[in-house]
């Protein structure tokens, strides 16, 4: 049982037992009647738990709700905390009604494609800072926690373990015939550094959504001598600006081998 459902049966369970206690000292109340009927079974200090319950109750429930713990704790919640990681992608985005702190819980229907391949449609919820949302739009890939038992629903990896959300992704290029073994060795082993695009060809080719572009690139080594290359790469309609002729990308390359460079994109991109 996580800690939601337990904070959530608590706050039920107080609710029902400040009303039961209630009802009963009413019920059987037999004190004196200096009023004329039986105010005093009803109107005293036995009212103060039914008052507080109902404050509680609504605060617990609300604070529980899909998005907030996470929101207040900066982590995901503890039944996805080790949860699968998967690639969400954004088919829309909408308000739920909630604030928090003034920042708008959101509702995002995603399109996500598990470690084992299969794709279903999900729902996320999560609390996201004004300058943040108009990162949140159709197309965009996150990485996502998921359980196989329950697809109805997943949560925004808030973990930042950039590593599993990059393995995720590889195997997922790699299903798809995005990328290759031998670029994902350079990508793991390869010297990090940056490159200029100096030209930019889209043979037209499009696979599963990614356009095939061809890239001239003016690579820098550590020394800060650089070199030139040609590489290819598939990628999503909202990474295309990444792309463009005088964007500057990470690239990695083996040092005894500088005419396979591979580019990283951001999976958010």
């Known amino acids: ?16 037992v400040a009303f039961g206690y ?13 009023y004329g009927q ?7 200090p036995q009212m103060a738990l039914p008052i507080i319950a109902l404050t509680v109750t609504p605060i617990v429930f ?16 503890a039944e996805y ?8 992608t954004v088919r829309a985005v909408r308000h739920t009604g909630v604030t928090l702190n003034h920042q708008p819980q959101l509702r995002i229907d995603l ?3 598990g470690a084992d391949g299969k794709v279903f449609p999900s729902v996320a919820k999560l609390v996201v800072p004004q300058h943040q949302m108009a990162m949140l739009r159709p197309g965009v890939v996150l990485p996502v926690r998921y359980l ?54 889209v043979p037209g080719e499009i696979r599963d959504g990614h356009t095939r572009v061809v890239l001239g690139l003016v690579v820098t080594r550590p020394d800060g ?18 792309v463009q002729v005088g964007r500057i990308l990470r690239t990695h390359y083996l040092p005894q081998d500088e005419s396979e460079v591979v580019i990283a994109i951001p999976i958010s991109a």
């Open 22 to 34: 209630y009802l009963l000292h009413g019920l059987t109340y037999d004190g004196p009647d200096e």
């Open 38 to 44: 039986d105010i005093l079974a009803w109107v005293g």
């Open 81 to 88: 905390r080790n949860a699968g990681v998967g690639l969400g």
């Open 225 to 242: 001598s650089t070199f030139t290359a040609r590489t290819e790469k598939y990628v999503p309609p909202t990474a295309v600006g990444h």
């Open 62 to 77: 609300a604070f529980t709700g899909d998005g907030i713990l996470s929101a207040l704790t900066g982590n995901n919640s």
């Open 1 to 16: 049982m996580n800690l939601k459902t337990i904070a959530r049966a608590v706050a039920a369970a107080f609710l029902v």
């Open 148 to 201: 196989p038992h329950r697809t109805d629903k997943v949560e925004i990896d808030l973990s930042g373990d950039q590593r599993a959300a990059q393995h995720a992704m590889n195997e997922a290029m790699l299903r798809k015939g995005f990328t290759t073994r031998g670029k994902l060795d350079i990508a793991e082993r390869g010297i990090a550094t940056q490159a200029v695009v100096q030209t930019l060809s």
């Open 111 to 113: 399109s996500v494609e």
